[in-house]
């Protein structure tokens, strides 16, 4: 795969380092001159990008004066608050800044793909599984946070004596959560990548517009599915039995 700028850039500086702990951790890259694939320098923007955001929110919060970028992360402050509350219930503040930065995360990956020179790193399967596999270990963290060990009462089923069939199937279902949230986000934004591309291709000028347009509304709707089931999981994580 032809290399992006800014990949080209960090294979440049880093392609040393990053070969020496690969092969510390036994892994054995097929190009050592540049082991930083586009996905992973698209994250790694992705991240400065945030973190670059996040400091200039905070240092422009005021309480008399708040600015227009201020009004916009309250209101998704509150949007994802009242939504956890609604489905977790009264103790859900706590998982806020997680779920904000997860679908952060997700929603500038799958628009960085719009600006020419880039793409979007959940358009490649390992992004959104490792995306998967974070929400996977977060919530089964809160419930052990939650609960201790009777947290794996959830996995018996209500009766003791169905423990050795709920198990597995139980096991099986929390894997498939993570199957899921990953086939679903990595199969839209692929096909969005794909379609914009085609038609570009074919009508440079006009008819891809729609296209973007609907690009834009599927990346933001997979980051909210995104952060909805992984609220949803956490509910079912933490919930109280009564």
Known sequence: MEQLWFTALLN??????VTALLRMLHIQPEHPQTPIPNSAAMEVLVLFFLVTLFLLVRSRLSVDQPGALQHIFEGLH???TDQSQEIIGHHSEGFTPFLVALGLFILTCN?????????SPTAVPVVPLGCAL????YYNTA??????IAYFKHFMGPFWWLAPIMVPIEIVSHLARVLSLTVRLYANMFAGDMVTMVFFSLVPVGVPILF???HIGV????AYIFVLLTTVYLAGAVAEEH
């Open 134 to 137: 974070v929400a996977f270990f």
């Open 212 to 214: 973007l347009g609907l």
């Open 111 to 119: 628009l960085i793909g719009l600006i020419p020179g880039f793409e």
């Open 12 to 17: 440049r500086l880093l392609a040393g380092p």
């Open 143 to 148: 419930g052990l946070k939650h609960a201790g």
């Open 219 to 222: 990346s933001f709707l997979q």
């Open 78 to 80: 509150g949007f994802i």
